[in-house]
């Protein structure tokens, strides 16, 4: 009976454990395509000299080939939109950064300082 209950513990604690790194590599994974993706997107030149400031919020799924589809794209301005989903449209998410067919949104702010 001890060695039962021992193993019901053990197994309880082992799931815990493995639980915990899964949530672990999860948040990192996001954390890292997450990372991509904004580094990715930067301030356009032209619109900067212009002093043109805004923001770009984008819904995007990333394809199989690792490519961005964007599903939606709202901006209070055109330029920068634009701009924002043409620089997405370059990037290629590695294999070991898909989530394919997932989406997520990103949120792009342009200011001058």
């Known amino acids: ?6 193993f019901i513990i053990a197994a ?3 799931a815990g454990v493995f639980s915990t790194t899964a949530k672990a590599e999860s948040q990192n994974f996001a ?3 997450d990372l991509l993706i904004k ?31 964007i599903k939606q794209a709202n901006s209070n301005n055109e330029s920068l939109k634009s701009n924002v989903i043409s620089q997405l449209s ?4 590695p ?8 989406s ?10």
């Not at 370059?90 to 998410?93: A, F, L, M």
Request: aromatic share 10%.
């Open 39 to 69: 580094s990715s997107v930067k301030y356009p030149a032209e619109a900067k000299e212009a002093g043109i400031s805004g923001f770009v919020r984008v819904e995007v799924i990333i394809n199989e080939d690792g490519t961005l589809t």
């Open 95 to 102: 294999g070991n950064l898909k989530l394919e067919n997932k």
């Open 31 to 33: 954390s890292n395509l």
């Open 1 to 6: 009976m001890k060695t039962k209950k021992l």
């Open 12 to 14: 309880i604690l082992f």
């Open 90 to 93: 370059q990037i290629r998410v």
């Open 104 to 113: 997520a949104i990103y949120e792009f702010k342009f200011r001058l300082l």
